[in-house]
T-cell receptor, first 111, second 116 residues
Framework: EDQVTQSPEALRLQEGESSSLNCSYT??????LFWYRQDPGKGPEFLFT???AGEEKEKERLKATLTKKESFLHITAPKPEDSATYLC????????????FGRGTSLIVHP | NAGVMQNPRHLVRRRGQEARLRCSPM?????VYWYRQLPEEGLKFMVY????????ESGMPKERFSAEFPKEGPSILRIQQVVRGDSAAYFC??????????????FGPGTRLTVL
C-alpha cells in the first residue's frame, strides 16, 4: 500500500526565515509526486509535479526536490502570504491513477 | 479559462435528507475525482469517474453514497439519508486524459456539507 508521511505537521517561521518541508513516501513504482498548497476554506492549488529522483522545480520562493524516498519543499525567505497547508501526493505506476495524499504541513509565517 | 467548478459551496441538510453535490471539470478534462476532507485529516479518495463510467469507487462507502458523470452535464455526488458523520468538505478534481504520464489533478473550491 502506498504511503505518504509529511513532516513537520506544523511549522511557524518568521518572515525571511528559510526552511524545508519533508514528504517521505513508499510506493511500488513512482509515476509522479505532486505538491499542492491549500488555503483555509479553499481547494488545493497545484504547485509542482516531480517525475524522477534528482529532479528540481522552482516557483517564486518555493523549490521542490525529489529523491527515491522523499521530497523536500524548500521555502526561501518566506512571506506571510506563504502561510498555508502544503500537501504532498504520490501517484504509482499501474492502477487507476489515484494519488495518495499526505496529511499536510501547516505553515504559518509571522511578519 | 474556467477552473473546476463546484456547487453549492455550502450545503446544510437535516439528518435523513439527501445531499447532491455538483462538479464541472476544467475545459478539456475528461476525468473527475471526488475526495472528502475532515478537519485535521488528509484528503480521502472516494471515486474516480470518466464520462458515463465509474473507473474506481474503492473509497466510496457501500451504502448511501453514489456518483455519476453523465454524457452531458456535471458530475454528481449523491448522499442519501445523510447523518452527522457525513459533515465534511467534499472536493472535486479533474485531469486530462491520463495516457502514460503522471496526470496532475486540479481541484475545485469544495462543497462544505453540514448535517444538523
Amino acid at each position: 500500500e502506498d504511503q505518504v508521511t509529511q513532516s513537520p505537521e506544523a511549522l511557524r517561521l518568521q518572515e525571511g526565515e528559510s526552511s524545508s518541508l519533508n514528504c517521505s513516501y513508499t510506493v511500488s513504482g513512482l509515476r509522479g509526486l505532486f505538491w499542492y498548497r491549500q488555503d483555509p476554506g479553499k481547494g488545493p492549488e497545484f504547485l509542482f509535479t516531480l517525475y524522477s529522483a534528482g529532479e528540481e522545480k522552482e516557483k517564486e520562493r518555493l523549490k521542490a526536490t525529489l529523491t527515491k524516498k522523499e521530497s523536500f519543499l524548500h521555502i526561501t525567505a518566506p512571506k506571510p502570504e506563504d502561510s498555508a497547508t502544503y500537501l504532498c501526493a504520490v501517484q504509482a505506476i499501474g492502477g487507476s491513477y489515484i494519488p495518495t495524499f499526505g496529511r499536510g504541513t501547516s505553515l504559518i509565517v509571522h511578519p | 479559462n474556467a477552473g473546476v467548478m463546484q456547487n453549492p459551496r455550502h450545503l446544510v441538510r437535516r439528518r435523513g435528507q439527501e445531499a447532491r453535490l455538483r462538479c464541472s471539470p476544467m475545459k478539456g478534462h475528461s476525468h473527475v475525482y471526488w475526495y472528502r476532507q475532515l478537519p485535521e485529516e488528509g484528503l480521502k479518495f472516494m471515486v474516480y469517474l470518466q464520462k458515463e463510467n465509474i473507473i474506481d469507487e474503492s473509497g466510496m462507502p457501500k451504502e448511501r453514497f453514489s456518483a455519476e458523470f453523465p454524457k452531458e452535464g456535471p458530475s454528481i455526488l449523491r448522499i442519501q439519508q445523510v447523518v452527522r458523520g457525513d459533515s465534511a468538505a467534499y472536493f472535486c478534481a479533474s485531469s486530462r486524459v491520463a495516457g502514460g504520464h503522471p496526470n496532475e489533478q486540479f481541484f475545485g473550491p469544495g462543497t462544505r456539507l453540514t448535517v444538523l
